[in-house]
């Protein structure tokens, strides 16, 4: 499961690398699950899909329903105290590991992060301390961290803050 999957651009890479894996993408604005959809047909990936689904409310689906959880630059847009509940949902629905790919400071005293203007046109967005709340979420989970030396994505703190976080799920 991707979490705000937008046009389903990852499913590319996925499909190609893990032909045989089943993929399912949220993304809270129809316009983009209707677009990655399409595309997902014209590419002939017949076994992956995007729905039209709230990160912050994922009761639909039952616990441990996915193998990986997974979010590329998604969490960033989400709002202040939201992230706590998007990441218990995400925690909640994999069964094997949680994978991110998000804009990371080292910050244990202030983890819910600073939100900043949006650079461009985009949005503003929040840096946060994934590692601090990840361990208040799931204190003896496994927690890896790897900062992206050469990202690219220019675009707001990604040079200095692009993190790939891997928590094992037991």
Same mark, same amino acid.
């Given at each position: &499961?991707?979490? %705000?999957?937008?046009?389903? +651009? @990852?499913?590319?890479? #996925?499909?190609? #690398? ?6 399912? %993408?949220? +993304?809270?604005?129809? /316009? ?8 997902? *047909? $014209? ?10 689904? =709230?990160?912050?409310? #994922? ?22 105290d939201d992230i706590n509940m998007v990441l218990a949902e995400m925690l ?7 994978? *991110?790919?998000?804009? @990371?400071?080292?910050?244990? $005293? @202030? ?12 949005? =503003?967005?929040?840096?946060? =301390?994934? @590692?601090?709340? &990840? ?10 961290? *790897? ?15 692009? /993190? ?7």
């Open positions: &499961l991707e979490i %705000g999957s937008g046009l389903a +651009e @990852n499913f590319h890479i #996925l499909h190609r #690398l893990l032909p045989a894996v089943q993929l399912m %993408g949220i +993304e809270h604005d129809a /316009t983009c699950v209707e677009a990655a959809n399409k595309r997902l *047909m $014209e590419y002939g990936i017949t076994r992956a899909v995007t729905q039209l689904a =709230d990160a912050r409310s #994922l009761g639909r689906f039952p616990d441990k329903s996915f193998d990986i959880v997974i979010s590329c630059a998604s969490l960033l847009y989400i709002e202040g909640r629905l994999a069964k094997c590991a949680v994978v *991110m790919l998000e804009q @990371n400071i080292d910050c244990p $005293e @202030n983890p819910e992060g600073v939100k900043l203007p949006g650079v461009h046109e985009t949005p =503003d967005y929040w840096i946060r =301390d994934y @590692n601090a709340l &990840l361990a208040l979420l799931v204190p003896h989970a496994r927690i890896q961290s *790897m900062l992206i030396p050469h990202p690219i994505w220019v675009t707001e703190k990604w040079g200095e803050c692009a /993190t790939l976080i891997v928590v094992e799920i037991d």
